[in-house]
Each structure stands twice: as C-alpha cells, then as structure tokens.
C-alpha cells in the first residue's frame, strides 16, 4: 500500500482566540481608563510659571506625581493584549501604538518635571525647561486622550464622559 500524501502532513493546533474580551480585561481596561482620566486631572493642575520656586513645583505636582504608580502599572497590564490572540487584530495593534506613545510622553514629562524639580538651575536655563514642560505637556495630554479614546473605542462601556485633555493656556 502506498503512503498517502497526507501522511507528511502535520496538523499544528491554531492558536486559540478569544471570541471577546474577558471580563477581567474589561475590568482592566475600566481601571486603565480611570487611572488616564485621573493622571490627566492630576497634570491638568499643574499651570506651571518661570517663577516659581522649587516647592511650588513640588507642592503642585503632588496630585500628578501620586498617580504615576497605578498607571505604569496599568501600563504592563495593557502590554498582555497581544494582537496574534486578539479578535480585533487592528484594535490591539491601535492599543499597543497608543500606548507606547503615551509612554513615550509620559517618561518625557517625567523627566522634565524631575529637572524642574532639581535646585542649582540658572533662570535662562529654568525658563526655557519651563516652557518645554509647557509645550510637552500639550503632547502628552494628546497622547494620552488617544489611549484613552482607543481603550474606549473598542468598549464603549467603560466611557465615563470626561473634558477632551487640551490644555488651554
């Protein structure tokens, strides 16, 4: 008896797909949006001024400062969504760009807000970190209402209406 073609076939298992989300990634992505619109609340205080001593940068960063733990780790929480297991292959795609671009943004305010906080700095040298903090905070409010609106694009659900994050001044 002659072997068949089939008996060079080998059948590898398709990975497995969700048919939608679990209820603990909704959960998730329901805390992740909280924790955006929080973080933004908390950066929207912050109307930051060249005159401004060190401890008037602390003392207006703190509500800002206090809600970058939760959300770096809400961060690593959204990295699990992995587009090769996702239904909605362009939505993951979309959530993995938006975040690594709010990322990028936040580290950028971040850091410059650390500077900002460091003493020993010449006033020509603080104006202008001052006005980078300014126009990088523009940047990272749109980057972060983008992650937002991706989150809440794909699950409307967990929308709470909030103001758009553009800061007017």
């Given at each position: ?5 089939d ?41 930051p001024?060249?005159q401004?001593s ?41 959530l993995m ?24 700095m ?11 903090f ?28 909030q ?7």
């Amino acid at each position: 008896m002659a072997p068949s073609d089939d008996d060079n076939v080998v059948a590898l298992p398709l990975p497995a797909r969700n048919s939608g989300p679990s209820a603990e990634l909704l959960g998730t992505l329901r805390r992740v949006a909280g924790a955006l619109d929080d973080l933004g609340d908390g950066f929207e205080r912050i109307q930051p001024s060249v005159q401004w001593s060190i401890a008037r940068w602390h003392a207006t960063s703190i509500p800002f400062r206090m809600r970058l733990v939760p959300v770096y780790q809400h961060l690593t929480e959204l990295r699990k969504v992995d587009p090769a297991e996702w239904p909605d292959i362009a939505w993951a795609i979309d959530l993995m760009s938006a975040r690594a671009g709010f990322e990028e943004r936040l580290q950028m305010i971040v850091n410059l807000l650390d500077m900002l906080l460091s003493g020993g700095m010449p006033v020509d040298e603080r104006a202008w970190q001052v006005q980078r903090f300014t126009t990088g905070g523009k940047e990272f409010l749109a980057a972060l209402g983008r992650l937002r609106s991706v989150v809440a694009a794909r699950h409307p659900e967990i929308w709470r209406p909030q103001r758009p994050y553009i800061r007017s001044s």
